[in-house]
């Protein structure tokens, strides 16, 4: 079994910055991939990056690329995200996951608690 436990969410302005973190513990070499997912209220739960564990290969949708980056620590038992300039469209609860790979939720196993990311003006 995988825990993921997630820090840095926060608020910031339109155009600013923000780090969050993703803590793994446990049986995580079952895990090919980690990855981040948002949900803002009435809307589904979409994935905005992946990283394979094996390789620091990573993937993201249009609506982030270039703003955001995923990425490891050597010991690959913590996953982070780099969320740079930040828009409104990108207020929503941000989910750590852990299991398979790909944007789809249906491939994941594992969750974080989420931690709420909100971007004003």
């Known amino acids: 079994q995988v825990q993921l436990v997630e820090s840095g969410g926060g608020s910031a302005q339109a155009g600013g910055s923000l780090r969050l973190s993703c803590a793994a513990s446990?049986?995580?070499?079952?895990?090919?991939?980690m990855a981040w997912f948002r949900q803002a209220p009435g809307k589904e739960r979409d994935g905005v990056a992946f990283i394979f564990r094996a390789t620091g290969a990573t993937g993201y949708p249009d609506s982030v690329k270039g703003r955001f980056t995923i990425s490891q620590a050597k010991a690959k038992n913590t996953v982070y995200l780099q969320m740079n300039s930040l828009k409104l469209e990108d207020t929503a609860m941000y989910y750590c996951?852990?299991?398979?790979?790909?944007?789809?939720?249906?491939?994941?196993?594992?969750w974080g608690q989420g931690t709420q990311v909100t971007v004003s003006s």
């Open positions: 446990g049986a995580t070499y079952g895990s090919a991939c």
């Open positions: 996951a852990a299991g398979g790979c790909g944007l789809g939720q249906l491939n994941y196993h594992y």
